[in-house]
C-alpha cells in the first residue's frame, strides 16, 4: 500500500463545498467490510449543510454553463492524465472501503478513466440540428435550429458497488455539458467519490462546480430531492430508494439506473468449454455486486448437464479471501447484513426441490460462490435481485421458453443468449424486454460509451456518455424570421 493512502485514509474525511474542505459537528468511523478495522472517520453532513453544497452549486453554474467546451474537455482531460498517473492508489482505495478484489478494483480504475477520457470527447460535439421549416406552409421563410443548453444543478446520488466508475458516469457527463453537481456518494464508498473531487480541483475545475457532500441517504439524499434549485437527480442503487427518489422529485429531471436479476440464455448448440470463463465472471465478479450480475441461467436440455458440470467445477476453483491478495477473486459482501440476507435467501431454498450444486455457506463472513440448480420462480434466488455471488441454473426445452422465462421478471435491464442459430439470435434480440440484448456473451457486458439502462423496475433514462448528456441538456429552439 502507498503511503498516500494510508494518509489519505487515516484521517478525518471532510465534505468538499464551493472548492474547499469543510467540518461537520459530527463524523462517523468507516469499517473495512473484509477486515472490521476503522479506515477513515467521515464528515456526517446535515440537511443544512447540504443545502450549502446546493447553494454553492447553484451559484457556480453560470461559470460553467458559459465555459467553453474545450475547456471543459481540457479539465477532463486534465483528470484522466492524473487518474493515469494515481492509478494504483485509485485501486486501493476502491478495495479498501469496498472489499473488491483488487484485480476488480484495478479494471474499475482503468473503465474509470475511459469514462472520463469518453467525457471529454464528448463535451466537444454536443449539438443540436437545424429544422427544415418550410416543410410547413406556416414555416416559409424561417431559419431554425436547435441547441442543447446545460440544465444547472444535476444532485447525483451513487451506490457503493462501482464507487469511482458509477461516479464518472453522473460526474463525467455532467462537467462534459456544462452543469454543477452536487455528489452524495453511499455512506460504505465515500473515499472514492472524495479523491476523484481533489482530481477535479487539481485540474482546475471551478469552485462550486463539483461539491461532494457524505452522510446518511435519507438526510443528504432527500435534502437534494427535494431541493428546488437541483434541475436533474441521477441515481444509481436500490429499486426501493429510486422509486422513493421519483415519487419525491417533482417535475425534476430524473434518470433512474437500478437493480436486476439478469439472465443469460444458453441455446443446445454451444460448445460449453468456450463460455465457463464469461460465465464465472458474470456470476462472480465483486461478489456479485454488480447491477447486470448474471443471476439466473436458462439452459438447454442438451447442454444442461455439461454446463452445469464444468460451471461447478470452475466456481469451486475460485480463490476466496483477502481482496488485496491479486490471486483472489471473491471476498467479503459490502456488510454483514448483507452476507446474512443472502444467506437467509439460499436458506429458504433448502425447502423446496433446489439442489445446491456449489458453495451456500458462509466462511468466515466470505459467502461461498454459489450456484442452485432447478431453482422454482417463486424462490427469492429467483425472482429478487440477489446482488450477491449467487447463481440459479434451470434446464428449458426451447430458447422461445427461455426467453418467457427471462422475461418473467419485475427487472429488465440485460440478458445474454450464446446461440449459433441467427434465427434463435433475433427472435432473443426482438422478444427480450430489456434495456439491453448481448447476442453471445453474458448480460454483464458493459463498455462505458454504450447506452446503458433498463425497463420495468431496472429503471429509466440512460447513461454512457453519450446517452448521459442528452439527459444532461434542455433542448432549446431558435427559430429567425428572414421574410
Ligand atoms: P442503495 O439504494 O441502498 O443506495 C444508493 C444511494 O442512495 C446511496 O448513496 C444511499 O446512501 C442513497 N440513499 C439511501 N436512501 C436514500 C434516500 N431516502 N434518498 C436519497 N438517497 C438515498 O443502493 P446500494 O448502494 O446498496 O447499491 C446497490 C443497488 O444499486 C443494487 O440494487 C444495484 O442493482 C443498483 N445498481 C444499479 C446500477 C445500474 O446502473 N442500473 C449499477 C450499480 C448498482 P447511503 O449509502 O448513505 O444509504
Request: proline share 4%; charged share 25%.
Amino acid at each position: 500500500m502507498s503511503k498516500n493512502v494510508s494518509e489519505l485514509q487515516s484521517a478525518k474525511q471532510f465534505l468538499m463545498i464551493n472548492g474547499e474542505k469543510i467540518e461537520t459537528t459530527k463524523y462517523a468511523s468507516l469499517f473495512s467490510p473484509y477486515s472490521g478495522e476503522e479506515i477513515a472517520q467521515i464528515a456526517m453532513a446535515d440537511k443544512e449543510v447540504t443545502q450549502k453544497a446546493i447553494e454553492a452549486a447553484y451559484n457556480a453554474r453560470e461559470v460553467m454553463a458559459k465555459m467553453p467546451a474545450y475547456k471543459r474537455a481540457e479539465i477532463l482531460e486534465k483528470v484522466v492524465a492524473l487518474l493515469i498517473e494515481k492509478a494504483d492508489e485509485a485501486a486501493e482505495i476502491i478495495t479498501r472501503e469496498s472489499a473488491k478484489p483488487i484485480m476488480f478494483s484495478k479494471a474499475e480504475v482503468a473503465r474509470t478513466i475511459e469514462t472520463y477520457k469518453f467525457a471529454a470527447e464528448e463535451a466537444k460535439r454536443i449539438h443540436g440540428e437545424t429544422i427544415p421549416f418550410d416543410a410547413a406552409v406556416g414555416g416559409v421563410g424561417r431559419i431554425g435550429y436547435t441547441v442543447r443548453e446545460p440544465i444547472g444543478v444535476i444532485g447525483a446520488i451513487t451506490p457503493f458497488n462501482f464507487p469511482m466508475n458509477l461516479v464518472a458516469h453522473k460526474v463525467g457527463p455532467a462537467i462534459a455539458s456544462g452543469n454543477t453537481i452536487v455528489l452524495k456518494p453511499a455512506s460504505q464508498t465515500p473515499l472514492s467519490a472524495l479523491f476523484i473531487a481533489e482530481l477535479f480541483s487539481d485540474a482546475g475545475l471551478p469552485a462550486g462546480a463539483l461539491n461532494v457532500v457524505t452522510g446518511p441517504g435519507g438526510t443528504v439524499g432527500e435534502a437534494i430531492v427535494e431541493d428546488e434549485r437541483v434541475n436533474m437527480v441521477t441515481f444509481t442503487g436500490s429499486p426501493s430508494v429510486g422509486i422513493g427518489i421519483r415519487n419525491k422529485a417533482g417535475l425534476k429531471k430524473t434518470t433512474l439506473e437500478l437493480g436486476s436479476n439478469s439472465a443469460l440464455i444458453i441455446d443446445k448448440d454451444i460448445e460449453i468449454d468456450q463460455i465457463i470463463d464469461r460465465c464465472i465472471m458474470g456470476a462472480f465478479s465483486n461478489q456479485g455486486q454488480v447491477c447486470i450480475s448474471l443471476q439466473r441461467v436458462y439452459a438447454h436440455e442438451e447442454v444442461y448437464e455439461e454446463f452445469v458440470k464444468k460451471f461447478t467445477a470452475a466456481t469451486k476453483q475460485l480463490k476466496i479471501g483477502n481482496p488485496f491478495d491479486p490471486e483472489t477473486y471473491i471476498s467479503a459482501l459490502i456488510s454483514k447484513g448483507e452476507a446474512e440476507r443472502v444467506a437467509g435467501w439460499i436458506e429458504e431454498t433448502k425447502g423446496s426441490k433446489a439442489n445446491i450444486a456449489a458453495g451456500g455457506k458462509l466462511k468466515d463472513g466470505i459467502l461461498e460462490p454459489t450456484i442452485i440448480t432447478d431453482a422454482e420462480h417463486n424462490l427469492k434466488v429467483s425472482c429478487q435481485e440477489a446482488f450477491a455471488p449467487v447463481v440459479v441454473v434451470n434446464k428449458v426445452g426451447s430458447v422461445e421458453e427461455a426467453v418467457r422465462e427471462v422475461n418473467n421478471s419485475r427487472f429488465g435491464l440485460q440478458a445474454g443468449i450464446y446461440t449459433n442459430s441467427v434465427k434463435n439470435a433475433l427472435f432473443a434480440s426482438q422478444e427480450l424486454h430489456v434495456g439491453g440484448v448481448m447476442i453471445n456473451d453474458v448480460p454483464t457486458y458493459r463498455v462505458d460509451q454504450m447506452p446503458y439502462g433498463g425497463v420495468k423496475e431496472s429503471g429509466t433514462g440512460r447513461e454512457g456518455i453519450k446517452y448521459a448528456v442528452e439527459e444532461m441538456t434542455e433542448m432549446k429552439l431558435i427559430v429567425w424570421n428572414h421574410s
